[in-house]
């Protein structure tokens, strides 16, 4: 076999290749983005408005987690005003995994009790309200 046979055949085989990749692309589509991307903005921009308001505040929120415990701990000028918001953890390994935390308090530091996490990495993300002002924490935690 000479030189332009082995260019020829290497030629068909990358073509043929393409051709494969391409159906198979075409086999799974995935928009890049959403039909209403208006709202999805405006959505995405309060959550950038609502994190800035809370790295705005005097201290970070403080979130302790144990294997069957999570303690959250929130700045003092939230003292005596009720705090809702859920707590989210994805696990990126196992989203099987995930969990979400409604709360409700009127306390600076509130715990949730038994909560059974498997042991690893989180990324967790808050969203809580004050006085009607929302707020907006992301972290990536380690739970023993």
Do not use: C
């Not at 030189?3 to 020829?8: C, E, F, I, N």
């Not at 006085?131 to 739970?143: C, F, P, Q, R, T």
């Amino acid at each position: 076999m000479n030189w332009g046979k082995g260019l020829a055949l290497a030629l068909i085989a990358f073509a043929g290749m393409m051709t494969w990749f391409v159906i198979k692309a075409s086999q799974h589509p995935s928009p890049l983005v959403t039909e209403d991307y208006y709202r999805a903005e405006l959505k995405f921009q309060g959550r950038i408005d609502a994190t800035e308001r809370a790295n705005a505040l005097s201290a970070p929120v403080s979130m302790d987690f144990q294997r069957n415990a999570i303690a959250l701990t929130f700045p003092a000028e939230m003292h005596d005003r009720t705090i809702s918001g859920t707590l989210s953890l994805l696990r990126p390994n196992t989203p099987a995994a995930d969990r979400n935390f409604p709360f409700k308090t009127a306390t600076t530091v509130f715990r949730l009790d038994e909560v059974d996490l498997l042991p690893g990495r989180y990324n967790a993300a808050m969203e809580w309200q004050v006085d009607g002002v929302v707020y907006h924490v992301e972290d990536k935690v380690n739970v023993p």
